[in-house]
């Protein structure tokens, strides 16, 4: 039996998303048995620990200059994890010396940089794809499943919300997510970028938008230490200028109707990022990430006596990845995401096509943050054909 070919990785950045894409690299081949297995070759940071930490996670060198990891010629896959700022260079970089490419969510800083890094992959011939790791979450799989095969009929609403409560403290330290220069924008685009991709992978494209968005503190004290979502408050102040909160109304082109938010000022919950979807035949609603594992599945073709929503417990073989994991009803978590998420990339690689999400998806996703965003400076609906 000849040996699996092998794909060398090079990651960019560590913390909260360094871990999350470790754990997708290290665990893949003992679920899954993907076409090429990856190597968990270079990880990159500046930061002190970075030594302790690639030794512990398995990586098997270190670099603190991503420009010398992503033009070495062992290294076949870049992934960056580095903040948004970072990730226009860094694949353009990489895509110049025919780097595979697997970024974070936002692709980038604003809609042109998105573009441009779309030209680059695909100038370049190589694989790429956008973080949007809910779409590997198995009950979203069923979900898709679900529509595609005309369960719920004729798509008429889609409700998302996105809610974080880690800013309801004014004293929260002004932390590298709430400066624009680092960030972009607030959670317009680190959570609201989530629902729109589910939005479009489940319901269609968007055709128009109108939105609205609040900061309600203006001022923090300024962080003198920051680790992923922790970081401890100095003495100075310094301005929020990116949005607490953002909601907009969406018409799809399918003429469904959609209404969004994304908060971190949702009291009391810590990660709910969830979608309701309604149509002719049926209705889906995905309470995730605190219920994940769960899909709550509505038929107009039961009868009478026994309509109602049911909970279905997506953790038998059947569903969307679960084969590859435990015994039925022994549930998965977020951190797993990643795993089918490097699955697929990895399967992608192998086969010579598109993974799914691209960069392209990455593109369409900032098409509609931008046109809510002109939507919200010049107040009135904004079509998405202005921006494309």
Not at 64 to 75: A, F, I, L, Q
Request: glycine share 10%; aromatic share 10%.
């Amino acid at each position: 039996m000849s040996e699996k070919r092998s794909v060398n990785v090079a990651l960019i950045g560590h913390r909260f998303m360094g871990k999350a894409h470790t754990h997708g690299y290290t665990d893949v081949t003992i679920f899954f048995d993907p076409k090429v297995h990856p190597v968990k070759r270079v990880i990159c940071a500046r930061s002190d620990d970075l030594p302790g930490v690639a030794e512990r996670w398995g990586w098997q060198e270190w670099e603190s200059d991503w420009r010398k990891v992503v033009t070495r010629p062992d290294v076949d896959l870049v992934d960056i994890c580095a903040p948004s700022l970072l990730h226009k260079d860094i694949t353009l970089e990489a895509a110049a010396v025919g780097k595979h490419v697997l970024c974070e969510k936002p692709l980038a800083m604003n809609l042109d940089d998105a573009r441009e890094m779309l030209e680059a992959v695909e100038r370049a011939g190589v694989v790429h794809s956008v973080g949007f790791n809910y779409r590997k979450i198995p009950a979203i799989g069923l979900a898709k499943q679900l529509i595609d095969e005309g369960a719920i009929g004729r798509i008429h609403h889609f409700r998302g919300i996105y809610s974080q409560d880690w800013l309801v403290d004014p004293n929260f330290p002004l932390a590298w997510r709430l400066r624009k220069k680092d960030a972009g924008a607030g959670p317009s685009w680190d959570l609201g970028a989530h629902v729109i991709d589910l939005a479009r992978y489940l319901v269609g494209e968007v055709a128009e938008v109108v939105g609205t968005q609040t900061t309600f503190t203006k001022e923090r004290p300024v962080a003198v230490f920051e680790e992923g979502l922790k970081a401890v408050a100095g003495d100075e102040m310094g301005e929020v200028d990116v949005d607490d909160a953002t909601s907009f109304l969406a018409h799809f082109e399918n003429g469904a109707v959609g209404i969004f938010e994304a908060t971190r000022y949702a009291t009391g919950h810590r990660n709910q990022n969830r979608i309701e979807i309604y149509g002719s035949e049926g209705g889906l609603v995905w309470n995730g990430v605190e219920k994940m594992n769960e899909l709550e599945f509505y038929s107009c073709s039961d009868p009478d006596y026994a309509q109602g929503y049911r909970t279905i417990q997506v953790g038998e073989e059947v569903h969307p990845y679960m084969s590859g994991w435990w015994p039925a009803g022994h549930i998965i978590g977020f951190g797993d995401t990643f795993v089918h998420e490097v699955l697929d990339f990895l399967n992608a690689i192998a086969e010579g096509r598109q993974a799914n999400p691209s960069f392209y998806d990455g593109v369409q996703c900032q098409v509609i943050l931008a046109a809510v965003d002109k939507s919200i400076a010049e107040r009135r609906w904004v079509s998405i054909a202005e921006l494309s």
